[in-house]
Every structure is written in C-alpha cells, then in structure tokens.
C-alpha cells in the first residue's frame, strides 16, 4: 500500500486529498510564505516525510519551487529563478524601460521572435502598436495578451507545457522553431557571468538557441539585476547578439566592460535610439 492509499484511508481533515490536489496545495504554500518545512507539510496533509520529498521532487522538476534542506522554497537561485508570477512582480520598471527601446527596432511588416521571458513580456504588450506585424513566442502569457489584437498575426509554439514557466519548452518546440524564420528575436537570460548568459534548465537552453539560429537579428534584453545572478547551463556569449540593451542602472564598470569584449551594447535611457552596429 502507498502512502498515499494509507492516507485516503485514515481520516484527517484533508482526508481524500489525492497527490494532484496535495502538490498544488504545497506549490500554492511554499509561494505564498516563501520557505516551507517539510515536516510541516507532512503534518498539514496527514501523510510521510517520504510522501512529501517525493512531492517536492515532482514541483521541483516542473520548475515550481527548489528543494533546500528541510523543506522548499520558492526564492531564486542558480537552479530556479522563480514562477512566473515570481518574475513579473521583479524589475518592473527596468522591464519596461527596456521594453521601450526595443519597441523601436521593430518595423511594420516585420516578423518577431519572443521568448518566455517577462521581459519579452513587457515588449509584447507595446507591439500592436507597431503592426501589421507577425509575433511567434513559446510564451502562452503572451499569446493570451496578444490574441485578437488587430494587426498582429499570431503564430503559438506548441510542445511540452511548463506550468511554472507558463510557456512551451523541450524537443518539440525546438523543432517548431526551426521550421520557422523571423526577422528579429528578442529574449532575455536568468544571469550573465563571464560575458556569457546562463539559464537554469537545459529545456530553456534548447529552446533559445533554436530561436537564435531562427532570426535574422538577436536582441537581448537585460537589467542590471542579471549580472549579481548565476546560472547552471551556459547558453551563449553576449557577442552573439546583434544587439544587447541593458536598463539606465547598469553600473558604468558593468557597462565600459561589456563594451571592451566587443558587445554591440545599448543602454535604455541614456543613449538615445538604439541602433545597430555596422
């Protein structure tokens, strides 16, 4: 018998609570409070320390929480960056900085790459605007923002679904990208270390460098918050982007470093429409 069979049977006041309803009620609690013990989570649903290491490991492996000693959390690190609803309340201002200067490399007719970044995000929300133009993303919050706005024609990459990154990854997506050309990508990383971005999931990796053997022009996207962080799997360096824009607090060291590896480097707010180098 299971643990969790032995549960369903011994009454408790989550008493028939099957492993799906557990491990959302754990995700919604570890996001909530932001670190949970575990022993606590076992007390709260009746069931074994066991039950819920497992329980753990399955949210953890869908990118909803990272396993720490004793319990979860929901706080970033080199291996988790955060759910999406994590991500969209960090570096807003900075986000949509950025997002301005990017809105003005976009042309009328032209076909748009954006990744399942919440800075990509930022920048979808100002592309009506800027149409006709076609947008193909991986990222289901930015379908669900884009679809039906006029002028934009909408194309949605399929493949595995990643709740806590609400957005599509792995092989199949990979592959639906390759089928398709776009005349400029924008995206952005979980953290820049040694002139090169770092994400957290080999899936993300896959992904993004599909996108980027998929458009014409490369634009990355990133506050100065991404060069404190670390990251596992390296994705590229800076130098294979066309383009790089970071946000007006990047520090002048950050900066004058960046651009002395040959970065094609723009900084939002000060250096006035962004252009591409020759």
Known sequence: MTDDESTARTPSTNDGMGARDRREGIRRRV???GFVQAKDLAEAYGVSLMTIHRDLDELQ???????????????PSA???GDVHHRLQAMSDAKQQLARAAESLVEKGA???IDESTTGLALAGLLPARGPLTVITNFLTAVNLLAGEPGVDLIALGGAYYPAYDAFLGL???EAIRSLHADILFMSTTAITNGHCYHQSQETVAVKRALMESADRRVLLVDHSKFAKNGLYQLAPLTAFDLVIVDAETPKPTVEGLRARGVPLHVAGTDGTPQWTA
Do not use: I, P
Not at 67 to 74: D, E, I, L
């Open 31 to 33: 996001a909530d409070e």
């Open 61 to 75: 492996s869908r990118g909803w929480l990272r396993k720490v000693r004793g319990g979860a959390t929901a706080e």
């Open 79 to 81: 291996v988790h960056h």
């Open 111 to 113: 076909s748009v790459m």
């Open 172 to 174: 199949r997506t990979s």
